[in-house]
């Protein structure tokens, strides 16, 4: 008998290269936009092939969240207890660019894992985060918690959320450094006395359009933009929800609408932050301590705006993009006049690594806004940015 040539040219790593598919498909467009169609085109098999390997969306979704906290622990497993920091930090690098494509999911996406789930993953994470810890206590006994080694992982994992292109070697050896840096921060160092200016006026509701994207913010921001329905904004302004529409042509265009208020309103505070500021240090420092309290003082709707931006359409999506890019730009001439030595992928990298450090370091303080957190954060930003 013949065999099938279909069956005898199936790879045995078949289940593998699915998860990794899946884990860029959604890492790139969010979990409810992601299609098991495409997952499978992107492996170049039929959808029924890969329902043969996972029942359903979800269970392949799961399947990607555990693998960058597997890969974690299996690297820190194999690192001897007592090893120095450098040591554990390139081993959380080395996994975490490995799975760069993907890693994201872990980062936004895991909050649409059911609760177990959930649970589970975060428990393979803070064992992630206690190994880090114990070495940086050794190299810093002065760290009374985990708040350097939170950011410190912050600023590694940060390769997953943006396409910078980058030698995988390269990358490593600039977020560990980036990372060795955040954990020999002392958060109480001085900053130049630079502070951010005074921010934008919060945004007052003055129109009925105004009050329903006030109102849909800490909604996206608390259950995911998916999970919430038109019925639950139009209740929260006093609404029938067919009266949305006389406003906003549909939900996604109330969630490009915030995107678009948070892009605004932190161009609007760099402006004023860079203003009568002298020298490339102090503007980077400046840029630093604006970028803290922007995620301080507009914590939801700048979560909304950092998870569900790939949820949007590519219309809706494009001059969010480019938004990101002229801030990220102000940030990389500055960085780059401050350090000559970096080219400018060096430094779009540590830029971001900056960021990883104000997200993970803002959660461990669970967004608590007083100036004391925004000083900390901010050294720790400086620190991975390597002033």
């Keep these: 008998m013949t065999a099938d040539p279909t069956t005898a040219a199936r790879p045995r790593n078949r289940k593998q ?3 990794g598919a899946a884990g860029r498909v959604f890492s790139e467009r969010g979990y409810h936009r992601a299609s098991m169609e495409e997952i499978a085109t992107g492996v170049g098999i039929t959808a029924a092939a890969l329902y043969r390997h996972f029942p359903n969306k979800y269970a392949l979704f799961a399947e ?3 693998v960058m906290a597997d890969g974690l622990v299996a690297a820190l497993d194999e690192v001897p ?3 120095p920091l450098p040591d554990v930090l390139a081993a959380v690098a080395r996994v975490t660019v490995t799975h760069r494509a993907s890693g994201g999911v872990y980062r936004w996406e895991a909050r649409y894992l059911n609760r177990e789930d959930r649970r589970r993953l975060g428990a393979k994470f803070q064992r992630v985060v206690g190994r880090v810890d114990e070495a940086v206590r050794r190299e810093h006994p002065s760290a009374d ?6 950011a410190a992982l912050g600023a590694i994992g940060s390769i997953t959320m943006h396409r910078t292109s980058i030698a995988g070697r390269r990358a490593e050896t600039l ?4 990372a060795l840096r955040v954990a ?8 130049l006395g630079v502070r951010a200016a005074e921010p934008p006026a919060q945004p007052v509701p003055r129109t009925r359009r105004a009050e329903i ?3 849909a913010i800490p909604l996206f921001a608390r259950d995911g933009f998916a999970n919430v329905t038109n019925g639950q904004i139009a209740r929260e302004v006093g609404l029938a929800p067919s009266a949305l529409y006389r406003h906003y042509p549909g939900k996604v265009d109330i969630l490009s609408a915030a995107c678009l208020q948070a892009a605004g309103l932190l161009a609007q505070w760099v402006e004023r932050s860079l203003h009568e500021v002298e020298g490339p240090r102090e503007a980077v420092v400046a840029l630093a301590a604006t970028y803290v309290a922007y995620c301080f003082e507009y914590t939801a709707l700048n979560s909304v705006a950092e998870a569900e931006l790939a949820g949007l359409p590519t219309g809706l999506r494009r001059p969010l993009v480019l938004a990101q890019r002229e801030h990220i730009a102000v940030w990389e001439q500055q960085l780059r006049l401050a350090r000559p030595e970096l080219d400018p992928r060096q430094a779009r990298v540590l830029v971001h690594a900056g960021f990883g450090a104000v997200v993970e370091a803002g959660r461990r303080l669970r967004w608590r806004d007083d100036a004391g957190h925004r000083d900390t954060v901010t050294a720790l930003v400086v ?3 390597g002033l």
């Design 17 to 19: 290269l699915i998860v």
């Design 184 to 191: 020999a921060t002392d958060p109480s160092a001085a900053l």
């Design 81 to 83: 207890p007592d090893a």
């Design 175 to 178: 977020l560990s450094g980036a």
């Design 213 to 215: 994207l006030a109102a």
């Design 64 to 66: 990607c969240a555990d």
């Design 383 to 385: 620190g991975a940015l």
């Design 145 to 150: 918690d985990r708040l350097r080694a939170v």
